[in-house]
Each structure stands twice: as C-alpha cells, then as structure tokens.
C-alpha cells in the first residue's frame, strides 16, 4: 500500500517509538531492585517513551489503521505494558495511588477487549500474554481491595486456560492450572471471618491506615522517629501464596500503607487512559515526602539476598528515620548445648529452604554443627542496630530472638509472635499466622481465636467500636508508663509503629485471657519487655478486651481477672 511522506513520517516515527519502548521495557529486569539513584531515571526515562507513544496512536490511528496495519492487540499490549510500569513503580515507591493508575491501564484493556482475538492466532505467543494480563490484573486488584471483580477476573481466566489448552496443546497447560488453583485457594483464605451486610452478602473491607482508625497519641517529650525503610520477608512452608506473595506478606504489606485515594477520572472508561506525567520526577519533593514508607517485598530470598537489601535499606536510611524488619517464616533450632551463644546457638528463621553445595539434603540427617544456609539469626542483624532498628518475627522459633542485645546505644525494639497456637487452630498456618493477623485487623483476629466466621456488619462496627476505645486508652496507658524502655517511646510517633505496638497490646492482653492459649509459649513477646504491671496487666484494658467478647457474646472462653492476673 503506496503512502504519501506524511503516513511514512507517521509510520517511522510510531515503528522508532516502539522498538524504543520495547528496549527500554527489557532494560527494567537488568535494574537493581534496591536502592533510589540507580532506578528513578531509568524510570523517567521509560515513562517519556511510553508517554509520547500512547498519545502518538492516539493521534494517528486512522493512519496506523490504514497503513501501518495497526492490530487492537497491539494497542493492548502497549497498555499493559503501562500499566505494569505503574504496577513496578508502585513496587519500588510503595506509594500506593500509582496502583489506580495500572488498574486504570488494566481496566481499559478489558473493557475494549484489546485481546479478544488472542484465540485465533496460529501461534500461542498472544494467548499467553492475554492469561499474563489476567494474572497482573487480578494482584492490582486484590492489592486495591475490588474483590468483585477479583472473582470476575478468576472465572474469565479459567474460561481463557480452558480455551488455551483446548486450541493449543501447550506443554505448560499444569503450569496456569497451578496458577489458577494458587490464586483460588489465596482469595479464600484472605478472609477467614467473613463481615456481611443485612442481606448477607459479603462486605469488602480495607485495612490499610486511615485517619479513623490512627490511634491517638498523647503528647510528650520525646524525639520521635519516623519509619522510612522498610524489607518485608516470607517464607513458610504450608501458607498459601500468589505472585511471590505469601499471605502474610500481602497482610503486612496493606497494614504498612496508607488507603489510596481515588481517582475518580480512571473510571471514566470513555476516554482512553493516557500516562501522565512521570509519576515522582516531576516533583523533587515528592520521594522525599512520600505517604507511605519505602518498602522492599522479598519472597522466601537467599541469606545472601536478604542481606543485599538489609545493606540498602540501612543505606538509605535518613537521619531520623527508622527500619522496620518483618520476617514470617519457618524456625529453624539452634544447637544449644555448648556456648548457648544468643547470637547464632538458638538458631532463627529460614528464609529459603535451597540446599547450596550441601550434601546433608535430609534435614533429619544434617549434623549438628551444621547450620542452615539461609537462616536469618540474631546474630546477623546485629551490624545493622547501628541505626535504629524495629524487627517482627512471626515464627515457630521466634524466642531466638528474645534476648536481642543492644549493642550500638540506637533505639531497637522487637516485636515477637507466639510459638504455639491450640491444637485446634494447627491448620490455621495456611491461611496465614494469627500474630500477623492480630497486627493487621486486631478483630478478625479476636474474631478467628473465637471460631467466629460470619459476622452481621453492624456488629462488627459496634466492635470496632471498643477497639478504638481500646486502642484510645492503650495509648494513654503506654505513654504515662514511667518504667518502659525509652526505645518504645522514640518509636512511638510513628503512626504505623505506633499502631503495631497498639495492636501488639491487645493481641497479647487477648490471648493472655482466653482460655484457650495456655502458657507463655501462647502469648507473643517483646525485646526490651514491655512493663507488665503498668501496661500488660492494666485492668482498664482488660475490660475493654472483655467488652469485645461480651459484645461477639463470647465471654465464656475467657477468664476473669483474677484468673489470670
């Protein structure tokens, strides 16, 4: 087809734009994940490009139409691409509009159905782009809380898998099927109390911060820290897990962010989504003031990768600031018979279970001054308390490291799960553990240790309720306590920090009294110990605990003060 000088312009230009969007694209797995200074102008870099061609077929379709031979799958994939850009640099920025802006991208490209001719194609390149689309899309979704359409998204894609073996044959057929049945079984086990409306259907709630639900915080005279830094690690075996997100791990992420603000014009699907500016760049200010501190998301890392992004993190750490480490994974016990050195001897967390270069591939068979690889001990964080340090460890050997020494003078503080739960929550590590679920909604977890599965909205709020009163009066108890350690109180400005520690308090005033959970195995922990007279035993606490059991009408599996006091 014969093209006059302007169409060949237009064509060039759109065919130069691609092919440097595409090279530009690649380059993005060759970047480090940690760190600032050597992503962000790549970034910017990358945005420019995708700008200028989004808008650039925007303008010219009619030519790329006629004589490009523009396909609508290739608009598609250009906005898929976008928006896993924005899926990324929410990654790297934890700032979580910039997911509104991939569900926007995502939205578009299902709502013009961009990919529904992938089926008809001779080879099966496009149909497996179309069922990578779908899994994208369902994990901004899940992260946005649009469970709804997650379950719309999960029917089409068992369609689409259904449709992919049937017409291809392909050789990783088990594979998508594994996909589908990992996404399935993460959804149902994301909500293990189940809140409904008065016609029984399900309610979708979100628990990211929020000005409602920021505790309160009394007023004193310290120099507060603020959390800027943060890894977020998981490893255990038995829990479900999708897109290298166990469930833990999707849990703390949304607790350690702030709820993203709508944009109501990325619902306006009559109008093609455009890029905007590079998000970040062009404000200086923005990184620096970001809402939500930077996070980094490692899926069961090597010792050598953790420590990598532990190095970055404590780098990058500004003056008053401070890093949050949360490790959920397996223990792995120490050899305790010789030095009982609290650094390495009682053991730690495992945080890979690969086997490099190691004969003794039977656990069972592994000699005793062996340890594991990829154990993250006490001992090891020890060079990164220089700075101000705040560690969660949710595990089955989490009192390794209970006796966590102060070694540099920095504020350092940890935050301890329970090493065993009743026998009859042994399945519960599945669907993921009840330390990270009392950090995350302190009632779905008051919920869950009471066998509570369905709950009538009202009631759920009326909790919630006490909660806050709870939250409120805990706050005031923990700020007037005149023998806690000082490194609680430096932390204690933090909103995020501040709600853990909080959260901490009536996880742990909860188990304490229920009946079920007997002996300090059942009950979390904390490194410097919290005061138990002034804060733990508070009867004013304890009552507001009981309000919430009274309220579930639940108080029978409780004890009363005197019980355990």
């Known amino acids: 087809m014969e093209m006059d000088d302007q169409e060949r312009k237009v ?35 990358t945005f420019d490009v995708y700008t200028k061609l989004w808008k650039f077929q925007q303008q010219n379709r009619q030519t790329l139409d006629t004589k490009y031979g523009l396909k609508r799958w290739q608009i598609g994939e250009i906005a898929s691409k976008i928006g896993q850009l924005y899926y990324h640099y929410y990654l790297r920025t934890s700032e979580t509009n910039y997911l509104n802006e991939a569900f926007s991208f995502y939205s578009a490209i299902r709502m013009r159905a961009y990919y529904s001719k992938a089926n008809k194609e001779e080879r099966p390149d496009l149909m497996v782009k179309k069922l990578r689309y779908y899994a994208r899309f369902i994990v901004v979704c899940l992260l946005l809380k649009k469970m709804k359409l997650v379950r719309d998204l999960v029917r089409e894609l068992a369609k689409q898998i259904e449709d992919y073996t049937q017409i291809y044959e392909p050789e990783d057929q088990l594979e998508w099927s594994l996909v589908l049945g990992e996404i399935k079984a993460f959804i149902e086990a994301d909500v293990p109390v189940n809140v409904v409306d008065v016609d029984s259907s399900p309610i979708v709630l979100s628990h990211r911060l929020t000005p409602l639900n920021t505790p309160p915080m009394e007023q004193g005279s310290s120099v507060y820290l603020t959390l800027q830094e943060i890894l977020i690690v998981g490893n255990c ?212 240790v009471c ?59 909860t188990l304490r009294l229920h009946r079920g959970f007997k002996g300090p195995s059942y009950y979390p922990t904390t490194q410097p110990p919290l005061p138990e007279d002034e804060i733990l035993h508070q009867a004013s606490l304890h009552r507001l605990v009981m309000d919430v059991a009274s309220t579930l009408e639940v108080r029978g599996l409780f004890g009363d003060l005197t019980e355990v006091d």
Request: glycine share 6%.
């Open 11 to 45: 064509v060039n230009e759109f065919c130069h734009l691609l092919e440097k969007s595409k090279q530009l694209f690649n380059g993005l797995r060759d970047l480090p994940q940690y760190g600032h200074k050597q992503w962000q102008s790549y970034f910017g870099r």
């Open 237 to 448: 075996y038995e829990q479900v897990k999708f897109s290298e997100l166990t469930l833990d791990m999707f849990r703390m992420l949304q607790t350690l962010e702030r709820e993203p603000q709508e944009d109501l014009s990325n619902q306006l699907y009559d109008q093609s989504p455009a890029p905007g500016n590079k998000p970040g760049f062009e404000n200086g200010d923005k990184i620096n003031k970001r809402d939500n501190p930077h996070k980094y998301l490692l899926y069961k890392p090597t010792f050598s990768q953790l420590y990598t992004f532990l190095a970055s993190g404590f780098k990058e750490l500004p003056p008053g600031g401070t890093m949050l480490v949360y490790v959920s994974a397996d223990g792995s016990l120490g050899n305790m018979k010789e030095t009982e050195d609290v650094a390495f001897d009682f053991g730690g967390v495992v945080t890979n279970n690969k086997r490099e270069g190691d004969a003794f591939n039977n656990r069972t068979k592994r000699p005793a001054h062996i340890k594991e690889m990829h154990c993250l001990h006490p001992g090891d964080v020890y060079p990164f308390t220089r700075k101000p340090l705040f560690l969660i460890i949710d595990s089955d050997n989490s009192t390794a490291f209970q006796n966590f020494p102060n070694l540099f003078g920095q504020p350092m503080a940890c935050l301890l799960s329970p090493e065993n739960v009743p026998a009859t929550m042994q399945d519960q590590h599945q669907k993921g553990n009840l330390f990270t679920m009392f950090l995350h909604s302190p009632l779905m977890g008051f919920c869950y």
């Open 451 to 509: 066998s509570i599965v369905d709950i009538p909205i009202a009631l759920w709020d009326k909790c919630q309720g006490h909660i806050e009163k709870f939250m409120a009066e805990a706050s005031k108890v923990f700020s007037r306590s005149r023998s806690l350690d000082h490194a609680f109180m430096q932390f204690y400005g933090d909103d995020f920090l501040r709600l853990l520690m909080l959260r901490f308090i009536f996880c742990w005033i």
